[in-house]
């Protein structure tokens, strides 16, 4: 019986350069000709899912960290902010002095001064050195309305500490967290209380699938729902400590080839 196989997206599927392995794409493309079906399971929302990501052949989404859930091209479940909240949002963050964008399934949307100020993170985010912000975000909308009722989450710049804990208490009822690349957090973001294992069970529930043929790909702490939804977790080199302690597998890093040699130990795919 083939499996079902959630692989993330920074870090797993695509290196820090943002480019994705040769060996990935082979990988993935001889795992669903074996059977084997394969769902992208990212914080990111589906406008931030490009073409080439497409294209290597994949059967749906789980995106928003959960928050949105698609199969076959069809949705099987978006939970976003309210219009209310997000305008909320979005008046704390100005007043805060902090630059963010939106994140929705029908595009990005950047805050005032966001261009500027996300010059240094990004060269931080990537492995380029010539990283700009419309290579890393090239569909981004710039000067457009912030006033949205379609936004699956919010990142903003992360400067400490401080910023998490003044979002959490400012918003309580809703999900805080950060991402980055290998320094540390770069991110902060704010959304609807989702996870990754939410969005996986609302995907097993509509498959009418069993859980024991499930193996998780991550390499971030975002990664731990994912891996609390599948029978088998496996790690990327470059995980965080906490996520290759709860995995039953590390494989090699990213650009190492290590979702293809993953697939190989698991013969998911052939030599």
């Known amino acids: 019986m083939g499996k079902l196989l959630f692989v993330d997206i920074g870090g797993t599927l695509l290196d820090y350069s943002n480019e994705v ?18 769902y992208l399971s990212s914080g990111r929302s589906s406008a931030e899912v490009t073409s080439q990501l497409w294209d290597i052949g994949v059967d749906g989404l789980i995106g928003a960290n959960g928050g949105y859930v698609e199969s076959a091209q069809e949705s099987v479940f978006h939970r976003r902010l309210s219009g209310e909240e997000t305008r909320h949002i979005v008046e704390w963050l100005y007043n805060r002095g902090l630059e ?12 005032r001064g ?7 993170v990004l060269s931080r985010l990537s492995e380029k050195t010539d990283v700009t912000v419309d290579s890393m975000y090239p569909d981004m909308f710039w000067g457009a309305s912030l006033d949205r009722d379609d936004v699956n989450k919010i990142s903003y710049i992360f400067n400490s500490q401080e910023d998490l804990d003044a979002a959490r208490e400012a918003f309580p009822n809703l999900e805080h967290t950060t991402w980055g690349g290998q320094t540390g957090a770069l991110f902060g973001t704010i959304g609807v209380s989702v996870n990754k294992k939410i969005g996986v ?21 975002e990664d731990l729902s994912l891996f609390e939804a599948s029978a088998y977790g496996v790690a990327m080199g470059e995980a965080t400590e906490s996520l290759k302690a709860a995995a039953d597998l590390v494989t090699d890093a990213v650009g190492q080839d290590g979702l293809r040699n993953a697939f190989l130990k698991l013969e998911l795919i052939d030599a």
């Open 100 to 111: 963010f964008y939106l994140e929705s399934n029908n595009g990005l949307y950047a805050s």
């Open 114 to 120: 966001f261009r500027e100020a996300s010059k240094p």
């Open 21 to 38: 392995p040769r060996s990935a794409v082979d990988a993935i493309r001889k795992a669903r000709a074996k059977g084997h079906r394969v």
């Open 201 to 221: 069970d609302r995907l097993l529930k509509y498959l009418n699938a069993d859980r024991a043929n499930t193996i998780a790909f991550g390499d971030s702490d």
